[in-house]
């Protein structure tokens, strides 16, 4: 198994020597078995190896033994160790997001501000790129996402991902070594969870060696989608200035809808398979299609731009907030509920499609008022020393058809909320927090009473 990753560190250009490698340890299985195979390659590939984890502090007592584990494993090898401990639920809280995702945001943000100048190892392996695969093809992919994971991404290294779960098992039984199991990832809870426990399975009935064909199936798939990449850059090194392309017509479909892909996403446009063949239809026929907001694509003579149309200036919206329902949009509404903070597991279930924030209601100063954007806004957003530019953060997080239908609440000492941006630090759930304001933006052909289980 050791020739397996080296070779396969070789192969993708991996790791250089003199590098120094951080292993994300969990201690569950896969990420000892990096740790391990890791430092016993140390030598053989010139490299320093340490380890960061990640105490995610959902599961209580649980938490602190996988950190303990981790800590004592990298004692007895004199492997550098580090430690840190985020609050996913209390991110989840504010951010409106699920304990999974905020958990892998707060990962990878430990992630970054423990590997400058490093690399950072994940312990990715074959099972996981055929479920990523199989997740990928479920939500509609083409081939990038049916490449699977990708071997190196930034300063991102996977050198497990040719080798199989049993593999990994049968090489810590083989050294005697112990490791420690997530109880989150023996339930069904999380999509990838039901994809791991129910669907490879059901494969494993039809092929038994379904993981290890893979490895070559997506091997194959992710050479052939670095080729089609390789053109692609060949592409846009000739045609694109800016935000206009022009030459792109001489070029095969796929090159010139991945060339279009990367353009919108330049942007921070939506973009879709059918949204891309449009665009390449009027890129050879010429012609003019809306894209989002006041942002066209016009394609004249070959030569395809994407330019701003503005609509004129959106008019001041506003209305005192009320507890239920406050509409300044004709076709959206922002809900405010009020309950106190002992009683907000009885709102554990929102409809996913409804976006849910949460202020400590007693930290609102004055009078509240709900209304649209204003020229000049800013917000302190939780965990930040300063105020951020209102007009910067819907640039980086907003697309362009959401922006003109934007909530904003502010009180006497200004903006407290800004929908998809988040909460202001002052208003933040804490402990000591009495009554919560649970604001919720929907729709007005959504069913409210279907949206919250009480």
Same mark, same amino acid.
């Given at each position: 198994?050791l ?10 250009n ?12 969990s ?7 990096l ?9 053989r /590939?010139g490299?320093t ?9 959902l599961?209580?007592k ?5 950190e303990e584990?981790?800590?004592q494993?990298?004692s007895?090898?004199?492997i ?6 985020v609050?996913v ?14 958990a892998?945001?707060?990962r ?5 501000a ?8 994940t312990?990715?392996?074959?099972d996981?790129?055929?479920e990523?695969l199989i997740l990928?093809?479920?939500?509609g992919?083409a /081939? ?7 071997p ?15 593999e ?8 005697g070594?112990?490791y ?11 999509t990838?969870?039901?994809i791991r426990?129910?669907i490879?399975p059901m /494969? ?15 091997s194959?798939?992710?050479?052939e ?8 850059d ?12 022009s ?5 095969h ?5 991945r ?7 330049r ?19 010429n012609g ?10 016009v394609?004249k003579?070959?030569v ?5 149309l503005?609509d ?5 919206l ?5 507890i239920?329902?406050?509409?300044i ?6 809900r ?8 907000l597991k ?6 996913k499609?409804?976006?849910?924030y949460?202020?400590?209601y007693d930290?609102i ?8 954007r204003r ?13 951020s ?7 980086e997080?907003v697309?362009?058809?959401?922006r003109?239908?934007m909530h ?14 988040g909460i ?11 009554k919560?304001?649970?604001i919720?933006?929907y ?5 409210w ?6």
């Amino acid at each position: 198994m050791l020739d397996k990753i080296y070779d396969f560190i070789c192969e993708n250009n991996m790791i250089n020597k003199g590098d120094t490698v951080v292993c994300g340890l969990s201690g569950g299985a896969d990420s000892v078995c990096l740790l391990l195979s890791l430092f016993q390659l140390r030598e053989r /590939l010139g490299i320093t190896v340490e380890a960061l984890h990640v105490n995610h502090c959902l599961r209580g007592k649980e938490s602190d033994r996988d950190e303990e584990f981790c800590r004592q494993l990298c004692s007895c090898h004199s492997i550098p160790f580090t430690a840190v401990s985020v609050n996913v639920r209390e991110y989840a809280m504010v951010n409106s997001l699920s304990d999974e995702e905020a958990a892998r945001k707060l990962r990878y943000d430990v992630f970054a501000a423990n590997t400058c100048g490093k690399l950072l190892a994940t312990a990715h392996n074959a099972d996981d790129n055929l479920e990523t695969l199989i997740l990928n093809l479920t939500r509609g992919t083409a /081939l990038k996402g049916l490449a699977g994971i990708p071997p190196v991404r930034d300063n991102i290294v996977r050198p497990l991902l040719t080798v199989t779960r049993h593999e990994i098992e049968q090489f810590l039984a083989d050294m005697g070594q112990s490791y420690v199991t997530d109880s989150t990832n023996l339930s069904d809870d999380y999509t990838r969870n039901k994809i791991r426990h129910r669907i490879v399975p059901m /494969l494993r009935e039809l092929n038994s060696s379904v993981i290890e064909t893979s490895v070559t199936s997506i091997s194959g798939l992710r050479s052939e989608n670095a080729l089609i990449e390789q053109l692609t850059d060949d592409a846009e090194d000739k045609c694109r200035n800016g935000n206009t392309l022009s030459g792109l017509c001489e070029f095969h479909p796929v090159v010139r809808r991945r060339c279009i892909a990367r353009l919108l996403a330049r942007n921070k446009l939506p973009y879709s398979h059918r949204r891309l063949s449009e665009i390449d239809g009027i890129l050879m026929n010429n012609g003019k299609i809306n894209i989002s907001g006041d942002i066209y694509a016009v394609a004249k003579n070959g030569v395809l731009s994407l330019i701003s149309l503005p609509d004129a200036p959106a008019p001041e919206l506003s209305c005192e907030m009320i507890i239920g329902e406050n509409a300044i949009f004709p076709d959206r509404i922002l809900r405010c509920e009020m309950v106190d903070c002992d009683n907000l597991k009885k709102f554990s279930s929102v409809h996913k499609k409804l976006t849910f924030y949460l202020l400590d209601y007693d930290k609102i100063i004055g009078r509240a008022v709900v209304r649209n954007r204003r020229f000049g806004d800013k917000i302190q957003l939780p965990g930040r020393n300063f105020s951020s530019s209102v007009k910067k953060l819907i640039n980086e997080n907003v697309s362009l058809d959401k922006r003109g239908s934007m909530h904003f609440i502010e009180d006497d000492n200004g903006t407290i909320f800004a929908e998809y941006i988040g909460i202001a630090d002052r208003v933040r759930p804490r402990s000591d927090t009495k009554k919560l304001l649970i604001i919720t933006v929907y729709s007005n052909h959504q069913d409210w009473s279907e949206s919250i289980d009480t």
